[in-house]
């Protein structure tokens, strides 16, 4: 009787590829956003990912206005790394899986010059319809933004905020 143990072991490691999967997606997401937000060019975050009640406006003028508020003059991009923080569990990228299986939460903590800013962007991906598992991201969510991606899989990229943490 090891057949269905065969089984189940390896739905759970299907399971884990596609949930690595997701999120290595999700992360290409984020690092457009966050990008994007680095180069100011809020209306293009707008047309890229849908955003839960702002507009590109209102999303400039609350991050232009943090920015403003704490003498920041920018966000970094994706690819800066933030200065190792004192605490070794720290991750500037966490995901947080929903338990009924639709999809899962994205906290991304911004930064400027190496060091953390206290502004967090918040995303949501939700697996398309039907699905637990992705498959494709919608091309037209990242064409508007300049750059249509293959994502191979079906998660739609919502965002839900930026506030202080």
Known sequence: M??????????????????????????????????LLSEKRYENVASAVEINSLTGKELREQVEGYLKLNGLSHIDGYDIECRPSPNPAYKQLNFYYYNNGSGFHVDYDLSTNAELNDLTLQMEFLYS?????????????????????????NLKARILDIHVM
């Open 2 to 35: 090891t057949g269905w143990k065969e089984q189940e072991n390896a739905e759970k490691v299907r399971f884990m590829e596609e949930k690595q999967m997701a999120e290595k997606k999700a992360e290409t997401i984020i690092k457009k956003v966050v990008d």
């Open 129 to 153: 319809q039907g699905q637990q598992a992705g498959q494709s991201c919608p091309k037209e969510q990242l064409a508007a933004a300049g750059e249509a991606l293959d994502l191979g899989i």
